[in-house]
């Protein structure tokens, strides 16, 4: 399996531009996890899907952060407008959840620069 | 919400040595700690877990316990090697195992 894959690897934009990060998770796990880690607040979750289903969107900084899944191996993260203090690295992570295996398996993370 | 504090923010040992690093965490309903290692411009690894019902764990020269009276648990990297350098963090998972708050990281140096 490739693991979680993510695009782009680098976006950079200029502020009031539409962002839209990717994430294919790896097949088979049922759970997806959107983070963004920054220097001053670290590792933040975003917001979490269950088959495909959004269950908790509370780390979802505001209303210009929009995440769907339409389907087991697809997800985006949408930002519009961007915004400056939107820069960070943002990660997308999968879960099996099955068999007791609760392991996250991180992508490689969309550096986002937004100017 | 859970809070999971994280210290120390830096650690410098020499090669061979130990390092221990600490989280606490405030809901008592937390169930899973994983730590992952983060080396520079890479994603976050899971090195070790435990779940709420052990004690303690094992694996090689990383330890990790919990103390779940306390709600702290630590991790225990014995016989330090320059190649664990990198960003350590710690997380507390509750809400079936979905609901996650990480710790700010550590940001381990071990000196040749």
């Known amino acids: 399996d490739a693991g979680v894959i993510q695009s782009p690897r680098h976006e950079v934009t200029e502020m009031g531009q539409e962002v839209t990060l990717r994430c294919k998770p790896i097949?088979?796990?049922?759970?997806l996890f959107w983070y963004r880690q920054t220097m001053m607040r670290g590792l933040e979750l975003l917001i979490y899907f269950n088959n495909n289903v959004p269950i908790d969107d509370s780390g979802m900084p505001e209303d210009r952060f929009s995440a769907k899944m339409p389907n087991a191996s697809f997800s985006t993260l949408k930002i519009q407008p961007s915004e400056p203090r939107d820069s960070a690295v943002y990660f997308c992570?999968?879960?099996?959840?099955?068999?007791?295996?609760?392991?996250?398996?991180f992508g490689p993370g969309t550096r986002l620069t937004v100017t | 919400g859970e809070n999971v504090e994280q210290h120390p923010s830096t650690l410098s040992v020499q090669e061979g040595d130990s390092a221990v690093i600490k989280c606490t965490y405030s809901?008592?309903?937390?169930?899973?700690f994983p730590w992952y290692k983060q080396e520079l411009g890479k994603r976050p690894q899971l090195i070790i877990d435990i779940r709420s019902n052990v004690g303690e764990k094992k694996d090689q020269r990383i330890a990790v316990t919990l103390n779940k009276t306390a709600k702290h648990f630590s991790l225990h990297i014995t016989e330090t090697q320059p190649e664990d350098s990198a960003v350590y963090f710690c997380?507390?998972?509750?809400?079936?195992?979905?609901?996650?708050?990480f710790g700010i990281g550590t940001k381990l140096q071990v000196i040749p």
């Open positions: 997380a507390a998972f509750s809400g079936g195992y979905q609901k996650v708050t």
């Open positions: 097949s088979g796990h049922n759970s």
């Open positions: 992570a999968s879960r099996s959840g099955t068999g007791g295996n609760y392991e996250q398996y």
């Open positions: 809901d008592s309903a937390s169930n899973y």
